[in-house]
Nanobody
Framework: QVQLVESGGGLVQAGGSLRLSCAAS????????MGWFRQAPGKEREFVAA????????YYADSVKGRFTISRDNAKNTVYLQMNSLKPEDTAVYYC?????????????????WGQGTQVTVSS
């Protein structure tokens, strides 16, 4: 069992930056692939980024490629999402997710554990 707690969301102007953190409980964090998803009002939850257990492999949605960076620190049981050049269309609740295999997935159905989400609002 893994429990996930996101933090770092907030209100930022377009062009600004935020860094989201996701703290995980459990001694086996390093054996989980991790992902970030987001959900805007009235829309489906969509994939943002994912990272393998070691951090060697990362995956991004086309809409955030070149602007967002996912990383992890297994010693701290934490995964991060650095978001730069934010746009109003990035406004959503951002969720951290864990997949109990070392290889990440890019759909919400791949993940077994979810955090409660953190709101990111980008003003124009």
């Amino acid at each position: 069992q893994v429990q996930l707690v996101e933090s770092g969301g907030g209100l930022v102007q377009a062009g600004g930056s935020l860094r989201l953190s996701c703290a995980a409980s459990g001694r086996t964090f390093s054996s989980y692939a991790m992902g970030w998803f987001r959900q805007a009002p009235g829309k489906e939850r969509e994939f943002v980024a994912a990272i393998s257990w070691s951090g060697a492999s990362t995956y991004y949605a086309d809409s955030v490629k070149g602007r967002f960076t996912i990383s992890r620190d297994n010693a701290k049981n934490t995964v991060y999402l650095q978001m730069n050049s934010l746009k109003p269309e990035d406004t959503a609740v951002y969720y951290c997710a864990a997949k109990n295999t070392v290889v990440p997935g890019t759909t919400k159905y791949d993940y077994h554990y979810w955090g409660q989400g953190t709101q990111v609002t980008v003003s124009s």
